[in-house]
């Protein structure tokens, strides 16, 4: 009997059934729309450019100088840190890789309802994903109980950009992937590069900034 190998054919009828599976549950999703005045409601301010991610940067702001000793407030002062750089590393993948890969809004493809404006960018991979996991990891690598709100800002962040038709569950998934990877990557070097993190809060410090 010999090995079950897989053909490019099944492996493009696979992926079509995955692509097809995305599609039919931002549409179930977006059928809320118009139906529940509540959801309407709370998706309007989540999925917009500012509410989410204005509340994490609060949120980080008070970490940065929060702590019951030094130790505490340097170790969440090292996670905020991180978040920031991360932050900025998730935005420029997620840039590289939309230049090599285009693909469609699900509004585009479907006759769905928006809360939003409608980007022309690719939707693959999210960016507000990318950006929101790569902030709450780099703070659960620091404080695992400060991330807690943050990883629930960045799901509701993202379920609202579904629910609105901007995105497919798998551009979010990716997006996600991303940006936790790179946040613990860059806490990995933050660790290897010591003593450079300490002497830019050394720093800080002196100018009465943490």
């Not at 301010?45 to 019951?68: E, T």
């Not at 799901?155 to 940006?179: K, N």
């Amino acid at each position: 009997m010999g090995r079950f190998q897989p053909t490019p054919g099944r492996a493009r009828v696979a992926v079509e059934t995955l692509l097809d599976l995305d599609g039919r549950i931002v549409v179930w999703l977006n059928g809320g729309i118009g139906h529940f005045a509540f959801l309407d409601r709370a998706g309007y301010l989540a999925v917009s450019d500012y509410f989410v991610p204005l509340a994490m940067c609060f949120w980080m702001l008070g970490l940065w100088f929060f702590g019951k000793d030094n130790q505490e407030r340097g170790r969440n002062q090292r996670a905020v840190l991180a978040a920031a750089i991360a932050l900025g590393f998730a935005n420029l993948a997620v840039l590289l890789l939309d230049q090599a890969i285009f693909r469609g809004r699900p509004f585009t493809r479907f006759d769905l309802a928006t809360l939003f404006y409608e980007p022309t960018d690719s939707s693959f991979p999210s960016n507000p994903a990318a950006v929101a996991f790569a902030v709450a990891t780099a703070i659960w690598l620091g404080n695992r109980r400060a991330a807690l709100l943050l990883f629930g800002l960045a799901v509701i962040w993202c379920l609202a950009r579904i629910y609105s038709g901007l995105f497919y569950p798998s551009d979010t998934l990716a997006g996600g992937l991303i940006g936790a990877s790179i946040a613990w990557l860059v806490t990995l070097g933050m660790r290897r590069i010591e003593p450079v993190p300490t002497w830019v809060l050394n720093g800080a410090r002196l100018l009465h900034l943490a």
